[in-house]
């Protein structure tokens, strides 16, 4: 009896055994074909991926433009005759669902930590025009301001249009020292025609110095404004540009006697540019024509024609070396340069109270120069100078420069990039006082997505 119980047990486990056995055969070849399905799947989106690179880079063509590596990627947001790219860097792009547009999410986080060995009046960039009378020295200060992140969409329209670029970008460099999101850019193109934010057509983004301060040289001219712009390519490698730009009267009202002032606009900043451009280095040489205004609506009201030109550019030199530079000058300018945008300098009051256009005069120089593929470092000075008017106060700036030397390291395939930086200013005012500042600032800034 006992042996025939063993027997039974022995066949009841070996049942038991062999329905696991095709239980798990069959989970096996369950889990077998959801494997083979996955890599299916994933053969297909690699397939698709490359699909859509390929339709973009046929669709899209590279500017004829010396491409430099930069921190602050100025240039890559620039509006370019027929929306060609800057570099051929066009990964990151993905098909939009049931449309023919691609879209790319972009940006960059960049930390900045900033000692200043004397008083500098903006503890997050280094503007030379703001430099204080007194101040603490030796102050330490961190944040993550430049931070930015931006949104790219791109499609074709039809032969006569050709393709169509939207870019909205943000950073973090809010008014009034806060941290609130700034709109940097927010512009379409289309047949050469574009409408909304960015930078001025008198601006010249490649021509920018490579530097971890924000800010820049303040003789570099630097502004963001609402415009409507037409371009045309006359070459390969030349082309035009003309525009209508939001007005902007910034008048120093010291010296106006009773006149307190209420700006006027009563046209529009007409702005044209024209350019050569070469994958050795480009050209440019902008103008702009203004009116500068007050009006405070009980009788007291003046204004004065202003305008300028300038010349900007960048010239390969010895291997991946480049120059870089930029010189304007002319009258009731202030709006445009990067120290004296928002500082009251297109204008003042003459000896008799009368309006006059002020002049001033900017530029800079810079050397970008790679030590190895990794590290690289520029050398940069600026100087801009203002024409002071008998009626503008003590205190108004006359005169600055701006230097500084760096040293960037960008790891090989990576998207990081760690730099120091060395900068220093000297501020002239109209009555001959003068201020300086030095500054060190360390960075470190990771792409998002690229």
């Given at each position: 009896?006992?042996?025939?119980?063993?027997?039974?047990?022995?066949?009841?486990?070996?049942?038991?055994?062999?329905?696991?056995?095709?239980?798990?055969?069959?989970?096996?070849?369950?889990?077998?074909?959801?494997?083979?399905?996955?890599?299916?799947?994933?053969?297909?989106?690699?397939?698709?991926?490359?699909?859509?690179?390929n339709?973009?880079?046929?669709?899209?063509?590279?500017?004829p433009?010396?491409?430099?590596?930069?921190?602050?990627?100025?240039?890559?947001?620039?509006?370019?005759?027929?929306?060609?790219?800057?570099?051929?860097?066009?990964?990151?792009f993905?098909?939009?669902?049931?449309?023919?547009?691609?879209?790319?999410?972009?940006?960059?986080?960049?930390?900045?930590?900033?000692?200043?060995?004397?008083?500098?009046?903006?503890?997050?960039?280094?503007?030379?025009?703001?430099?204080?009378?007194?101040?603490?020295?030796?102050q330490?200060?961190?944040?993550?301001?430049?931070?930015?992140?931006?949104?790219?969409i791109?499609?074709?329209?039809n032969?006569?249009?050709?393709?169509?670029?939207?870019?909205?970008?943000?950073?973090?460099f809010?008014?009034?020292?806060?941290?609130?999101?700034?709109?940097?850019?927010?512009?379409?193109?289309?047949?050469?025609?574009?409408?909304?934010?960015?930078?001025?057509?008198?601006?010249?983004?490649?021509?920018?110095?490579?530097t971890?301060?924000?800010?820049?040289?303040?003789?570099?001219?630097?502004?963001?404004?609402?415009?409507l712009?037409?371009?045309?390519?006359?070459?390969?490698?030349?082309?035009?540009?003309?525009?209508?730009?939001?007005?902007?009267?910034?008048?120093d009202?010291?010296?106006?006697?009773?006149?307190?002032?209420?700006?006027?606009?009563?046209m529009?900043?007409?702005?044209?540019?024209?350019r050569?451009?070469?994958?050795?280095?480009?050209?440019?040489?902008?103008?702009?024509?203004?009116?500068?205004?007050?009006?405070?609506?009980?009788?007291?009201?003046?204004s004065?024609?202003?305008?300028?030109a300038?010349?900007t550019?960048?010239?390969?030199?010895?291997?991946?070396?480049?120059?870089?530079?930029?010189?304007?000058?002319?009258?009731?300018?202030?709006?445009?340069?990067?120290?004296?945008?928002?500082?009251?300098?297109?204008?003042?009051?003459?000896?008799?109270?009368?309006?006059?256009?002020?002049?001033?005069?900017?530029?800079?120089?810079?050397?970008?120069?790679?030590?190895?593929?990794?590290?690289?470092?520029?050398l940069?000075?600026?100087?801009?100078?203002?024409?002071?008017?008998?009626?503008?106060?003590a205190?108004?700036?006359?005169?600055?420069?701006?230097?500084?030397?760096?040293?960037?390291?960008?790891?090989?395939?990576?998207?990081?990039?760690?730099?120091?930086?060395?900068l220093?200013?000297?501020?002239?005012?109209?009555?001959?006082?003068?201020?300086?500042?030095?500054?060190?600032?360390?960075?470190?800034?990771?792409?998002?997505?690229?």
């Open positions: 009896m006992n042996t025939m119980h063993k027997l039974s047990a022995a066949i009841l486990l070996a049942m038991a055994g062999s329905s696991a056995l095709a239980a798990n055969d069959s989970e096996l070849d369950a889990l077998r074909a959801r494997i083979d399905a996955l890599e299916k799947q994933a053969s297909q989106n690699s397939a698709a991926i490359v699909s859509t690179q339709e973009i880079k046929t669709a899209y063509k590279e500017a433009l010396l491409v430099r590596r930069t921190i602050n990627d100025a240039a890559s947001a620039a509006a370019r005759i027929d929306n060609a790219t800057y570099g051929d860097d066009l990964s990151g993905f098909k939009l669902p049931n449309t023919q547009s691609v879209m790319r999410i972009g940006g960059y986080l960049k930390l900045d930590a900033i000692y200043d060995l004397d008083p500098t009046g903006d503890p997050d960039q280094f503007i030379v025009s703001a430099l204080p009378a007194t101040g603490a020295d030796n330490f200060h961190m944040h993550a301001k430049q931070t930015r992140i931006n949104f790219e791109r499609r074709p329209t032969d006569t249009l050709g393709p169509l670029r939207i870019l909205i970008e943000n950073d973090f809010g008014s009034g020292g806060s941290t609130n999101y700034r709109l940097r850019h927010a512009f379409a193109q289309v047949n050469n025609i574009l409408g909304g934010y960015t930078y001025s057509t008198f601006m010249d983004a490649d021509s920018l110095p490579n971890l301060d924000f800010a820049g040289p303040g003789g570099a001219v630097f502004l963001f404004t609402p415009q712009r037409f371009s045309k390519a006359l070459s390969e490698g030349s082309n035009i540009a003309f525009a209508i730009e939001r007005p902007a009267s910034e008048i009202y010291a010296g106006g006697g009773t006149v307190t002032g209420d700006a006027s606009t009563p529009p900043d007409f702005v044209g540019r024209v050569w451009e070469s994958t050795g280095g480009h050209v440019q040489l902008g103008a702009v024509l203004r009116d500068v205004a007050y009006d405070d609506g009980a009788g007291n009201d003046d004065v024609m202003g305008g300028g300038s010349i550019g960048v010239v390969k030199v010895v291997g991946s070396d480049s120059v870089q530079f930029g010189f304007t000058g002319g009258q009731g300018l202030g709006h445009y340069f990067s120290d004296l945008n928002g500082g009251s300098q297109d204008a003042g009051f003459d000896a008799n109270g009368e309006l006059e256009a002020l002049k001033s005069v900017g530029g800079y120089v810079a050397y970008q120069h790679y030590w190895t593929e990794q590290w690289n470092s520029s940069v000075y600026g100087n801009l100078q203002v024409d002071n008017s008998a009626g503008q106060a205190d108004a700036l006359h005169k600055d420069q701006y230097a500084s030397l760096n040293l960037l390291w960008s790891p090989a395939n990576t998207r990081l990039t760690m730099g120091m930086e060395v220093h200013g000297t501020l002239e005012l109209k009555d001959g006082s003068d201020r300086d500042a030095t500054r060190i600032q360390l960075s470190a800034q990771l792409d998002l997505m690229r």
